[in-house]
């Protein structure tokens, strides 16, 4: 076991002028499916040091993709509330590749999570898509109702789809049953329990771990994809748990709310940043033959922020914990 290294959690997600009762007991049974992951692995341990009873079933335990056995675990635990962090993810080359299994298994693991929940009469849940649900070409700051307003992007449509027929999912319950089930949409994740896998990571992870490795190797340049100055937004884990925390305590509203900083910045100067940290010494050159993707993405998180949410882990300090933790690692 390593040494957790991640920010301390701060108690963010009661904010005090936040009015009305919680919609969650307390302490409250909650089942969060994903533990072990990036974003269930935080969550975990976000509603641990709020109080509660955290219940976890690791895949081996539980395939998520089996309704008729997820159905019987919930009707045996019966929980107060679900997260569901639980899903395939991957990035452009393995959605682009596998597009069966980014829709097959998200659409079964998200079938069988929320009728499994609505069926053992769990009262609140929480499910988690991502900001690719959006247009290619949504207005910035990305709005919540700019869903289903226009084009996907291609490289991740059925992931994207998957995640839609989620909300959609979602909202049915609440129409038809009554159900407190409640959508939240995260943009760019970082922090400790990523993945450093040069083929699959996202951006940030593979500079930390290009960054180290050029220090390591004592290379004089990093050349990096595109011109840099994409404009790319960034949020730590611990603050996705705090803001889902929120969320299952004060939120019961139809439609996804979007979870943010409500600040982006040039890859550029992303990169800067992870130099820095990673004490490299070399160059930065960028390869402008490659492509940069789309200008910006930034998600409105104006929903969230009167709900009372603020982001605590300053983005420096969060890649640097993020960094500490991946030495760790090895
Ligand atoms: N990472 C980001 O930047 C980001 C950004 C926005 C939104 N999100 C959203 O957050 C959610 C979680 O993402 P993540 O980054 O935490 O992913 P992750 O690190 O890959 O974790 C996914 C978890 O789901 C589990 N899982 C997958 N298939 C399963 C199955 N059939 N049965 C049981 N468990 C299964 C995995 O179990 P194993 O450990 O056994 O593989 C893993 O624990 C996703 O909905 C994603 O769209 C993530």
Redesign the pocket.
Known sequence: MTADTSPKLTPVSEPEHTPGPSLLPRPARIFV????????SAVARRLEADGHEVLTR???Q????DAARTEAFLRDVRPDAVVL?????GGIMANSTYPVQFLE?NLR?QLSVVAGAHSADVPRLLF????CIYPKLADQPIREDSLLTGALEPTNEAYAIA?IAGITQVNAYRSQYGRSYISA??????GP?D?FDLATS?VLPALIRRFHEAREADAAQVTLWGTGTPRREFLHVDDVAAACALLLNRYDEPGPVNIGCGEDLPISELASIVREVTAYQGEITWDTTKPDGTPRKLLDVTRLTELGFKPAVELRDGIAATYEWWLNQH
């Open positions: 499916a994903g533990h072990r992951g990036l974003v269930g690791g895949r081996d539980l395939d998520l993709r962090a639980a899903a395939k993810v298994d693991i988690l898509g991502s900001s995640k949409m995260p943009t760019n994740l970082y329990g993945n996202h």
